[in-house]
């Protein structure tokens, strides 16, 4: 079963990066046949795919986050990370990783601070 945890800061500025990780135990970032994903759900709001990494470091990403959105990985660690540039507190939101078929981290809330 394939386990996955986000970690990273709970609060960044404005204009700052967000920055997360997302560590997978029970499979292989590098060879599953995964999308490893980026999710998020603003308070009240519904879930928006960020983008994706998939086994041959291939990056897939939002049309309307492309530019601010930077998805790579670890394979020696077996983590992949998002990084998300020059936020608003629009971009506060609960932060979730899957594997693009069934399984997907807790979530961690990040807060912009204005």
């Known amino acids: 079963q394939v386990q996955l945890q986000e970690s990273g800061p709970g609060l960044v500025k404005s204009s700052q990066t967000l920055s997360l990780t997302c560590t997978v135990s029970?499979?292989?970032?590098?060879?599953?046949?995964?999308?490893w994903s980026w999710i998020r759900q603003p308070p009240g709001n519904g879930l928006e795919w960020l983008g994706h990494?998939?086994?041959?470091?291939?990056?897939y990403y939002s049309p309307s986050l492309k530019s601010r959105t930077s998805i790579s990985r670890d394979t020696s660690k077996n983590q992949f990370t998002l990084q998300l540039s020059s936020v608003t507190p629009e971009d506060t939101a609960v932060y979730y990783c899957?594997?693009?078929?069934?399984?997907w981290g807790k979530g961690t809330l990040v807060t912009v601070s204005s």
């Open positions: 899957a594997d693009g078929i069934d399984y």
């Open positions: 029970g499979g292989s970032i590098t060879t599953n046949l995964n999308y």
């Open positions: 990494i998939d086994r041959s470091g291939r990056t």
